[in-house]
């Protein structure tokens, strides 16, 4: 979808990637890479068929009440400073994650990692790494229900957070996300960027308690709309979005993990 604000590239997995794709995000010179055929429709349906009867038995982490969303796995976001009950869920969820992909006859993080890492010029994209040779979480799943959203932010506010010191300890740069849709929402649930970057709004950080807030009505947006089986990379640190709400009674299930170039720069640093 064309926009006059944002600059979109649109790539299939089988086909040929841009390896200088992660390097224009991060300076700025793209907003959005959509990636298309990462998963097959057969194969998402089968995934959030097994996602919805919860059958790894994946630990169920709720968002705030009002976003009526949830996790399988953990978020650093929501997580207690305190991260040693965070990284050992992390080792658990890995082996449940292992049991779910072989039972569907994929390793759906092998596979997203090898994507990103092609879009990054060959670079490895594996879970940040934390203390005592633990990692973070490389994924989540999302769950959004009716009524579920994520309210407007940039992702760079994120390593303020005590939660994120061992990411900051090992990352530079800005945060990048992506997002593998497996089910889309009835209706909404869309990622919708605004025409604003965080340079054009110091002193917005995501808090409730702030009283000077960009006002969005006066804001451009685009919305991108995402089928099951694509991915996006997100020049989210930067650039202001939301998802909107769910509207229906079809779940939104997405997997979904935030990145940064590691300190040495010789890998990218993924975690949920």
Partial sequence: MPSDFLTMERH?????????????????????LQIDNVFAPDLCARMVASLEANAPGFEVTEFPGPFKS??????????????????????????????????????????????????????AVT???????????????????????IPPHFDNEQGLRPSY????????????SFVVTLAEAESGGVL???DLIADQARGMVNDDAMARRPDLSTLRSQTVPVPAGSMLVVQSGRRLHRVQPVQGDRMRWTMCSFMALSRDGRQTYAWG
């Fill in 127 to 149: 879970a940040a790494p934390g203390p005592g040779g633990r990692a973070h979480f490389f994924t989540t799943f999302r769950g959004h229900r009716n009524g579920g959203y």
């Fill in 192 to 194: 919708e960027l605004y």
């Fill in 70 to 123: 949830f996790f399988y796995g953990r978020n650093l976001n929501l997580n207690d400073p305190d991260l040693d009950d965070y990284f050992t869920a992390a080792a658990r969820f890995d082996s449940d994650l292992h049991r779910f992909g072989a039972g569907l006859g994929v390793d759906p993080v092998a596979r997203i990692a090898g994507l990103l890492s092609a879009l990054d010029g060959g670079r």
């Fill in 12 to 32: 299939d997995a089988g086909g040929p990637l841009p390896g200088d794709a992660f390097a224009r995000l991060r300076a700025g010179e793209l907003d959005v």
């Fill in 165 to 176: 010191r061992h990411v900051a300890e090992v990352t530079s740069g800005d945060i990048l």
